[in-house]
């Protein structure tokens, strides 16, 4: 569903080299839609600070990652912000068959379908980021042969900023 900014506070990690976090390195780069693999090529990722299986989450049960774990970055959506909310119950083609786009080149390829979000679509309605509500959605369109790649690699409840500009730390 598509939803104004709640307010709501999410953390995200990071590999702290020595560096400090700097928001003016802060890149975005929705890439070519043809050849992303369920995910834009750069954006701003983070989890709610509520989540019951976020980033941090995932990265200690699969062992991944050299994360700075004690120093997060907290931030939330300005209030102008508009966010494409995804759970279970959206998983429809009134929500999703707007942004979903069939990956023909790879149907040739591999002669099955193989379906991803349109990312440049998203952001040109005007959305300044996609939640995935429910971490058990990337898990679900895996095994299913038509929508596997939908999600592929959102593992946990995630939030991808298309937009930095919406961005406010706290």
């Given at each position: ?9 999410y953390?995200k ?16 780069e929705?890439g070519?839609?043809e ?6 090529d750069l954006g ?17 049960a ?10 997060p ?10 966010i494409?909310?995804i ?13 979903v786009?069939?990956d023909?080149k790879?149907?040739y390829?591999?002669h099955?379908?193989r ?6 679509k ?6 300044d ?5 429910d971490?058990?959605?990337?898990h ?5 042969n ?7 690699g959102w593992?946990?409840e995630?939030?991808?900023v ?9």
């Amino acid at each position: 569903m598509k939803v104004k900014s709640d307010n709501t506070i999410y953390v995200k990690y990071w590999y702290n080299h020595g560096e400090p976090f700097d928001t003016n390195k802060i890149q975005i780069e929705l890439g070519n839609p043809e050849f992303q693999w369920g995910k834009p090529d750069l954006g701003f990722w983070g989890s709610p600070i509520n989540a019951s299986y976020g980033w941090k989450e995932w990265c200690i049960a699969e062992g991944f990652g050299d994360y700075d774990w004690n120093n997060p970055i907290y931030f939330r959506l300005k209030s102008n912000s508009t966010i494409l909310k995804i759970d279970r119950e959206d998983l429809n083609d009134d929500v999703l068959g707007k942004y979903v786009i069939l990956d023909e080149k790879m149907y040739y390829a591999i002669h099955r379908e193989r379906y991803f979000l349109d990312y440049n679509k998203i952001v040109e309605d005007g959305i300044d980021a996609v939640e995935l509500m429910d971490d058990r959605i990337g898990h679900l369109f895996f095994h299913d042969n038509a929508y596997e790649q939908i999600f592929y690699g959102w593992d946990c409840e995630s939030i991808v900023v298309l937009n930095k500009d919406v961005l406010e730390f706290i």
